[in-house]
């Protein structure tokens, strides 16, 4: 609940609401008017939606007397290079996760696509999905999407762990490469996935599952070679990963970095440094 959006929609007698709000932005593929009616084709709300949600959730309590305003902008985009130009610029001066702002490019798009192939929901616009009232196991957000492939291609799990979503804002086309095969992301998602199973399954304390995980990612990710980037590598690893991963690769894996992870005082600190990193591939 955004308070200050609620505290003005409960007191009427004030303002009214549309001179202490900065209003609705709305991106649409058309937008016809006819008289006093518009018709609005395909509307995704851009700016505003803890707006629209609070006037939503307003709705019950207003009176027929309420006739207070609320500014909606209505923009048609020539292009999708300006779709997320509006999108980029009307967030601009809100806290909008950098990740957030990377939801219409094309390459977003295009992992959306291949993991609906695996029945899991990429989740570009945030909370899209949950609206949709998609099963919460099957939606993967960017955010952890960046993290195992930073863990797995990238080779780096103490930036998966420590501070993912800065080091996708300062190496986005590392991270989200559009020259690699789209097959990678479901690779490393589908990877990432099994690992967390398989540590679950061994009743460690959570905190340690979050520590060593992007690297048991890592090194389960060498036995396809997923850092090559590799035609070859991805197919081999998309035959594998939607089966069990043998218990054995899972087994070493997990031994090699908790031998590492507690050699070095098993702290949250440990796992994300570069020490950690660089001690667990040498372990290989």
């Avoid at 997923?226 to 991805?234: M, R, T, W």
């Avoid at 081999?236 to 908790?258: E, F, G, Y």
């Avoid at 507690?262 to 949250?268: H, I, K, M, R, V």
Wanted: charged letters at 30%; hydrophobic letters at 40%; glycine letters at 4%.
């Amino acid at each position: 609940m955004n308070k200050q959006i609620r505290t003005t929609l409960e007191n009427p007698q004030q303002e009214d609401f549309w001179w202490l709000n900065n209003g609705i932005t709305i991106i649409a593929d058309k937008c016809p008017v006819n008289g006093h009616k518009i018709t609005i084709t395909n509307p995704e709300i851009v700016n505003g939606l803890q707006t629209s949600h609070e006037i939503f959730n307003w709705l019950p309590h207003a009176t027929n007397a309420d006739e207070r305003n609320v500014l909606i902008r209505v923009i048609v985009p020539s292009d999708e290079k300006s779709r997320s130009r509006i999108i980029k610029a009307t967030n601009s001066q809100t806290p909008v996760s950098d990740l957030s702002l990377m939801a219409t490019d094309q390459i977003q798009e295009d992992i959306e696509d291949r993991l609906r192939l695996y029945d899991l929901f990429y989740d570009r616009k945030k909370g899209e999905y949950r609206r949709l009232k998609k099963p919460l196991k099957k939606i993967v957000g960017i955010g952890t999407m960046a993290q195992a492939v930073i863990a797995i291609v990238l080779q780096k799990p103490n930036q998966s762990r420590a501070r993912p979503e800065t080091y996708v804002k300062e190496h986005p086309s590392e991270v989200f490469n559009t020259d690699f095969d789209r097959g990678i992301y479901s690779a490393c998602i589908l990877l990432d996935r099994k690992v967390v199973e398989y540590l679950q399954a061994q009743h460690l304390e959570s905190d340690i599952v979050r520590d060593i995980r992007y690297y048991v990612d890592m090194l389960v990710g060498m036995k396809w070679n997923l850092a090559s980037g590799s035609a070859d590598a991805i197919a081999d690893a998309l035959a594998d990963v939607v089966k069990p991963i043998p218990d054995d690769v899972m087994k070493d894996a997990v031994d090699r970095v908790l031998k590492v992870y507690n050699e070095l005082g098993a702290t949250d600190k440990i796992a994300k440094s570069q020490e950690m990193r660089d001690k667990v591939l040498a372990s290989v």
